[in-house]
């Protein structure tokens, strides 16, 4: 039987994938890069966003040159409605910059949504005076619709380097039930777009006869990753 919200994705990833065409091929260029150059992808997000950050981060089939710059204080781990005060402060990113090493080669993914809080944009900001790329992930429906939450202040899209518009529509439901907006959409979308463009830069490198760094299933006899562990533990906050 159809399900509307199988019906539903099904259109949004179509839709992502015709409307960021140029963007996403130049990410790719960008995350192939990173593997050729032995450079790190950190991924930075807050509330659900920092799922689509950590689909990246130490999995099986993943790459290993990923940065999530995982912090309790905006995962609603600690209490929703806490991280969502929290991801509203300005000047917070900057103390979870400070605890990873972070070199201007490197390419950041930041995630959010909306595109209008003080964290994600921050930390938008000081990836860009330290000289790095950035690639935004965000709703650009959403983000447009409403003003930054930092008065003055521009929304995540308009400081990134490359913006991966998600396609969600405002208010992150793909669904009318009644009168109710539901059937969130932004975390398949985010995480389908990092691992579209994983995976083909992951192509792209190995054709030009880079040793790919790629996380085997530790559940699965026969293979280690320790190798990988050992190679990038020192770069990496939270391996």
């Given at each position: 039987m159809p399900y509307?919200?199988?019906?539903?994705?099904?259109?949004?990833?179509?839709?992502?994938?015709?409307?960021?065409?140029?963007?996403?091929?130049?990410?790719?260029?960008?995350?192939?890069?990173?593997?050729?150059?032995?450079?790190?992808?950190?991924?930075?997000?807050?509330?659900?966003?920092?799922?689509?950050?950590?689909?990246?981060?130490v999995r099986a089939g993943g790459l290993a040159n990923v940065n999530a710059m995982l912090d309790s204080t905006v995962m609603t781990s600690e209490?929703?409605?806490?991280?969502?005060?929290?991801?509203?402060i300005s000047g917070f990113s900057k103390v979870i910059w400070d605890q990873h090493q972070i070199a201007k080669e490197d390419l950041f993914v930041i995630i959010s949504n909306s595109g209008r809080n003080a964290m994600p944009i921050e930390m938008a900001q000081l990836a860009k005076e330290n000289g790095n790329k950035v690639i935004a992930i965000t709703s650009l429906t959403q983000s447009k619709t409403f003003p930054s939450r930092?008065?003055?202040?521009?929304?995540?899209?308009?400081?990134?380097?490359?913006?991966l518009?998600?396609?969600?529509?405002?208010?992150?439901?793909?669904?009318?039930?009644?009168?109710?907006?539901?059937?969130?959409?932004?975390?398949?979308a985010g995480c389908f777009l990092v691992n579209l463009i994983a995976t083909e830069a992951t192509?792209?490198?190995?054709?030009?006869?880079?040793?790919?760094?790629?996380?085997?299933?530790?559940?699965?006899?026969?293979?280690?990753?320790?190798a990988l562990y050992k190679r990038f533990s020192g770069r990496i906050k939270h391996l």
């Open positions: 509307p919200y199988h019906t539903a994705v099904n259109h949004l990833l179509d839709a992502i994938v015709q409307s960021n065409e140029q963007s996403i091929i130049k990410a790719i260029e960008w995350f192939a890069e990173t593997l050729i150059t032995d450079r790190l992808i950190h991924t930075f997000g807050t509330g659900h966003s920092h799922m689509i950050g950590l689909e990246l981060f209490g929703a409605r806490r991280s969502a005060e929290i991801e509203r930092i008065a003055n202040q521009p929304k995540l899209y308009e400081i990134a380097d490359l913006v518009d998600n396609n969600v529509p405002t208010g992150d439901g793909l669904l009318n039930i009644g009168a109710d907006l539901t059937g969130a959409a932004s975390t398949i192509k792209k490198a190995h054709s030009q006869g880079v040793q790919l760094p790629i996380f085997y299933s530790q559940n699965v006899d026969g293979f280690s990753n320790e």
